[in-house]
């Protein structure tokens, strides 16, 4: 069961550099989400589609954006990188946007930006 | 203004019982309370769930007082292997979008 996958796994880019982080969940889930975790961090909510069609701001949502393509993808995508956007990168979904569905995450990409 | 609050690290042995609380004073009526575990370089993990009283599964207890205001998870004998960072996590005030807290980061020791 591959669950949530995204890729790259690892990237590396120069400042201003652009750059899409792919996210799929094959579990037909209704809801995806994309968090940064910097190191020695929590998690942050960056941006999230309750569903299909839609997508909202999370905690920390400047600098990027979202397309939710269909129900199973949710790309991120980072127009001008700055240094600042360092971190390990984690897309996750859920049946639907609600605490009392568990959240399944991917496995994480490691971005760095020199 | 954080949604939940735990303890930023604790230490244990093997073999010892843990509790890590934490509190969530704005929870709302419809809320669950989930607890997740990460190890380094993965995506957090489901651990437990529960909506109140206590709920146990083969991994850990989750205690949940009448006016749910806190709970506390439960690792029973943890070993090496349950080191880790654990989060608790409820929906947010502000459109019920679901973050996290900074987690309690676990040491255990031989």
């Known amino acids: 069961n591959a669950g949530v996958t995204q890729t790259p796994k690892f990237q590396v880019l120069k400042t201003g550099q652009s750059m899409t982080l792919q996210c799929a969940q094959d579990?037909?889930?209704?809801?995806m989400y994309w968090y940064r975790q910097d190191p020695g961090m929590g998690l942050r909510l960056i941006y999230y589609?309750?569903?299909?069609?839609?997508?909202d701001k999370g905690e920390v949502p400047n600098g990027y954006n979202v397309s939710r393509l269909n129900k199973r993808e949710f790309s991120l995508r980072l127009e001008s990188a700055a240094p600042s956007q360092t971190s390990v990168y984690f897309c996750?979904?859920?049946?639907?946007?609600?605490?009392?569905?568990?959240?399944?995450f991917g496995e994480g990409s490691w971005l760095t930006v020199v | 203004l954080a949604k939940t609050t735990q303890p930023i690290s604790m230490d244990s042995y093997e073999g010892q019982e843990v509790n890590i609380t934490c509190s969530h004073n704005?929870?709302?009526?419809?809320?669950?309370i989930t607890w997740y575990q990460q190890f380094p370089s993965q995506g957090p993990r489901f651990i437990i769930q529960g909506y109140k009283t206590k709920v146990t599964n083969e991994v850990a207890s989750l205690f949940i007082p009448a006016d749910r205001k806190s709970s506390t998870l439960s690792l029973p004998r943890v070993s090496l292997s349950d080191t880790a960072v654990y989060y608790c996590?409820?929906?947010?005030?502000?459109?019920?979008?679901?973050?996290f807290g900074g987690g309690t980061r676990l040491m255990v020791k031989p």
């Open positions: 589609s309750a569903s299909e069609g839609t997508t």
């Open positions: 579990m037909n889930h209704n809801s």
């Open positions: 704005n929870i709302a009526t419809n809320d669950y």
């Open positions: 996590l409820v929906s947010n005030n502000a459109g019920n979008m679901l973050t």
């Open positions: 996750a979904s859920s049946e639907r946007l609600y605490s009392g569905n568990t959240i399944y």
